[in-house]
């Protein structure tokens, strides 16, 4: 079965299947599910505050360092970035800001500000 890819439109093929069936995308390799299998807005936040997101926790660093140690690699501290879906805490910005990285956070349950969505800048977006 096919479903069109919600970033770019093309059609995607199934993918992998559990519980639910994931789609990927054979242009933008992106791999989601169809619209009908994601839970309610309200479901979605009371998940992601279960998240223990505590920013002053090494063991959380650790586990985010493969992002931010290849943001250093790869981008200067001049350069802007965005983490999109930052969820409840700013580990990554948090991290990064140590180094003079200049991260702005976004989520649309937390860090609501889509102003950062309309800027017309190059914003580097990661995970």
Same mark, same amino acid.
């Given at each position: ?36 299998? !994601? ?34 690699? %790869? ?6 970035? !965005? ?18 990285? %200049? ?25």
């Amino acid at each position: 079965m096919k479903k069109q890819c919600p970033l770019c439109q093309t059609q995607a093929n199934e993918f992998f299947k559990d519980t639910q069936t994931y789609y990927k995308c054979s242009s933008c390799y992106g791999i989601f599910v169809d619209k009908d299998d !994601l839970v309610d807005k309200q479901s979605e936040k009371e998940r992601y505050e279960l998240h223990s997101d505590d920013v002053g926790d090494e063991g959380y660093k650790k586990f985010v360092s493969p992002i931010t140690s290849s943001i250093m690699n %790869d981008y200067k501290a001049s350069d802007v970035g !965005l983490d999109f879906g930052a969820g409840t805490s700013t580990i990554i910005a948090s991290v990064l800001n140590e180094y003079d990285y %200049d991260i702005k956070n976004y989520d649309p349950f937390f860090h609501d500000f889509h102003e950062l969505l309309e800027k017309k800048v190059r914003l580097y977006f990661f995970l």
